[in-house]
């Protein structure tokens, strides 16, 4: 909301300035109608997020919760540091990242060693809309987690993506899928379901 008024304001005071020199050398009636065209413009312009719409840029810090990831205009979000649950066993990747400037998006992709700082975490559960894991993103300072549960419908492993997990779970019914992925990755531990 704040964005847009402040874009509103930015164009009305643009209006204002090249209306003033609009009408040193033209008639004074053009330059109100430019500025009731704009301002109506720019006060029905509508964004995906609330007023507040989505880019792309790296190294974007969550402002709920102080993760690190890149952020695309699509609105969904690569996470590249995950800097909660760090004295947790189990650590819960959120489904949505949400920047200072108040736009949200959803995390869909994991990046190499996201959990690094995460040394007594066991087990990390992914939200349905993660769909892409690259290689090492499960390496910590002291390892590997063991466990890793994978709850979306499809999903894009890159080789090593699970280096060092021992135990994957997936969904029951989508198991046959799961195992050839998870083979194509080089994934050799246990899979179970839930």
Not at 95 to 100: D, G, I, L, P, S
Not at 155 to 160: F, Q, R, V
Request: aromatic share 10%; glycine share 8%; charged share 20%.
């Amino acid at each position: 909301m704040k964005l847009r008024k402040r874009f509103a304001a930015f164009v009305l005071a643009c209006v204002m300035v090249v209306g003033g020199a609009v009408s040193v050398f033209a008639d004074d009636v053009a330059a109100p109608a430019a500025v009731e065209e704009t301002v109506e413009l720019a006060s029905t312009t509508n964004s995906p997020s609330g007023g507040a719409t989505p880019v792309n840029s790296t190294g974007v810090y969550d402002h709920s919760n102080g993760n690190r990831g890149n952020t695309w205009a699509n609105g969904s979000c690569k996470l590249t540091k995950n800097n909660t649950y760090l004295k947790d066993k189990t650590v819960y990747v959120a489904k949505k990242f949400t920047t200072k400037k108040g736009v949200t998006y959803k995390i869909t992709t994991i990046a190499a060693k996201t959990f690094y700082k995460n040394t007594k975490a066991t087990r990390v559960v992914l939200s349905q809309y993660v769909h892409r894991i690259y290689a090492n993103a499960f390496k910590t300072k002291t390892g590997a987690v063991a466990t890793v549960k994978l709850t979306a419908k499809t999903m894009t492993l890159s080789k090593g993506a699970l280096n060092g997990v021992k135990k994957v779970q997936v969904p029951k019914a989508r198991l046959a899928y799961y195992k050839k992925i998870l083979k194509a990755a080089g994934f050799k531990g246990t899979i179970t379901t839930f």
